[in-house]
């Protein structure tokens, strides 16, 4: 599958504070990929670029297998997005957010909106300001589906969500996921969230991707060691933070160690936590 | 997507536009009303270009853009595939037409309702259009640009208005002549060849840059700029910004009423000089030159001799204008905005001319000038008022016989109690300004029989012999019945009865002269005029003898109305009961006195005086 979004070396300033320092990314056709990071590790300013809010000040785009410069209105039109405020205009039904957003895309597909509210239970005649914060997400996320485009990018859509919506908000993304197969872009630092949705991950620390595959492979490559005395570290191993360290699978399956010596295999949050906690400085978006 | 985005500010605010543009058209119907008395029923329209165009402007950029920014609004579409600069270019031209419309219709409703009785050519209605709409759209671009600065457009409307304040007030620029303002000035309606093509032109140039200015704003930082402009104020930049605000402009208005004047200056006057002191004197026809120097010399001669009587260290400039329009008692004090001095009017010349009356009025003139004002503050006014009359009774023997009968009469409708005295300006209102003079000479006299002429200029120089400070040192300055108690050691209850018995005896002394007027009562009367309207019916009536001709002075009052000077009330003539030419509606507040001219005490006596709300 060739690569939907693929970001390379890119980096964005504001002011003094360096929100992305030659970040690379790529994401795959058809899969759901996971940004995930802590607050203020760069993953809005990602997507804000990806959308068009922003332009990076240095660094390549390419978005549907071209190289951009910038992300011009026809390509902002092939891609949906939901941000962590949706800042709807409060006086707006869901039917008339519908009849306005859909006037900015030409492959918009009004009975699909109506199809979707339905689905997730929007009520189409109140006014955006008296949804619950639940319903005004999933009213981002409709108004997103609607064009039917090949790239979502979902930006914390569950913030502010209490489990139980965001159980609810998870489950029919992935049964949306299911029936198109769009690409979607899930930025979260709700760790179990992205495990449960993405396909492969992508773990933003300081600016900069530290990890990028598919959990699976992050969690055969991150591991914790425990041993009474710690030997000299083979070469290859690198450290993460404390005892967890960082190798290829055969390094660690190939490895010889001391007696006494337990390797662990970690949890995608436990392994999130020690790259988080690896730079407490990290700068913001 | 422009038509989307128009859509979309249509629903939101298509209702907020059209009650605009109603309040346009009624606007229009007010000022046409108003323009009947003009020269050219366009005058409403330029009132309306020149008022309601920006009035209009600011309520529409207020609800497109400050609406937008201030709900953060703008995020939303920033994630729409839709440019920034669609955006802001959809909401500049849909406010411009918001804003301008009115303007046009206006125009076109005004030419139809004028085409009877003006003549109305192409190139007319071109030169009205152009002119008015520049002026509009400049305004409009304006205020789009402040409206974008968020939370610190009240600031920058702050800054405009001061600076152009500033400019008129310290460099004297005639703002109003110079373009984009002069196109909507006076000139507009009656200007039917010339294309004003360099204020046209410069007008263009500011509403350009302010386009760019606005476009600049809301892009530069890929738009967190106005984003960041858009957020609402902390506490802390609350306070700053309050204080940056205030503190300009209170250095300006310190620095305007510091800013010397020229001294006034009439050249073609008479110039008459006195022991350093000099008086213009202007010349008319019914004013021989000799009758004019008699009474400069006179005003000087009082002038140089209160001077070194009260220590003043100088004196302003002091005109006369004869206005044979005036009764004779009646004097007036000119406002001058732009200089310096003390110009009075008065009958002088003609038949009636009160001349000491009228000095003692100078004095007083030139004493408020010194003491910028404070002179006339209530707590001490009737002292203020019975000093100038009796420091030049002194020197005037006659003056002051006139003054003592007059006295006399006035006792009968007031008496001067402490409480009197301390709210002076309520009792001269009800006997008027000659017996009120007359009754303040009366205390101040007593005052001086009993603590001798030495306290009363101590009294005088103390409040009056220093000009006062022009800023907020003038707070801390001491009460006027502490100095009176500490340069006479007498109080303002003790004077108060002191002066009853002193009047008393004048009256028992002057018992032939008795105050025929005591009999007669003034009565005013709402009637029912039709709706809401009532008329105020007035009669004098007497107990025993003929009623004289007399005056009826009145008003409506407004809310801040405090004293009322005699210029300023209507008058009507009447030998018997009438019908005032005004109507009002019930609850207006109304002033109403009579008066009438005794001629034993050379005086106009004011009966009946009353301040009342028509039930």
Redesign the interface.
Known sequence: MHPVVRLEKVSRRFGKVRALDELSLEVREGEIYGLLGRNGAGKTTTLRILIGILKPDAGHIELFGSRVRRVTVPLKQRIGYVSQEPNFYPWMTAEQLGRFVGGFYPTWDSAEFRRLLGLLDIPERRRSVELSVGTRAKLGLTLALAPRPPLLLLDEPTAGLDPVARREFNDQLAQLHRERGTTIVLSSHQVIEVEQLAQRVGIVQSGRTCFEGDAATLRAHVRKVTAPVLPALPEGFERVRGDIYRADRERWETSVWPEGTQISILSLEEIFLAFARADDGAPGS | ?I??LV??EL??HGWAILLLWLGSALALLVFLRKAEREASPFVSFGYLSAVFGPLLSLAVTNRLVVREYG???Q??L??????RARVVAAKWLLGAGASLFPIVAALAATAALASGGVLITARFMTLLAVRSLSFVLWFYALSFVVSLLGRYRFVAWGVLLTGLLALHSFIQLPIVRLPPFNLVSSGLVFERLTLPAADLLVTWSITVLLLMGAFAIALVG??SLSALLARRMTRRERVVVAVAALVPVALLGILHGRKPKPPFHLRSALIVEHGGQSIGVALTANLSVAVARTLGEAIASDLAELKTYLGLTRTPPVYVLPDASLDGDMFLRATLPASDGVVVRSALGSRGFQEDEFRTFVIGEVLDWYTRGRANREDERWFFDGFKQWWLAQRLPSFEDRLRRRAAAGPTRLTPDADTLRRWLTAREQVGDCLGDALAWRIVSVLARDVGPLAIQSTARELWGSRPPNDARVLFEPSFEQVLWRRTGITVPVLAERTVTALAQDRAGLAAQSDAQSSWSADFEARPAGGRLYEIQYRLGSSGDTVPAYAVRYTTLQPWDGELSRSTLSRVDAVRQGVLPLTVERGTRMFAAVEVWNEPLQCTVRIGARRWVVP
């Open positions: 997507m038509r989307g859509m979309k629903r939101e709900s953060r609004t995020l939303f920033e994630t729409l595939p839709v440019t890929e738009g």
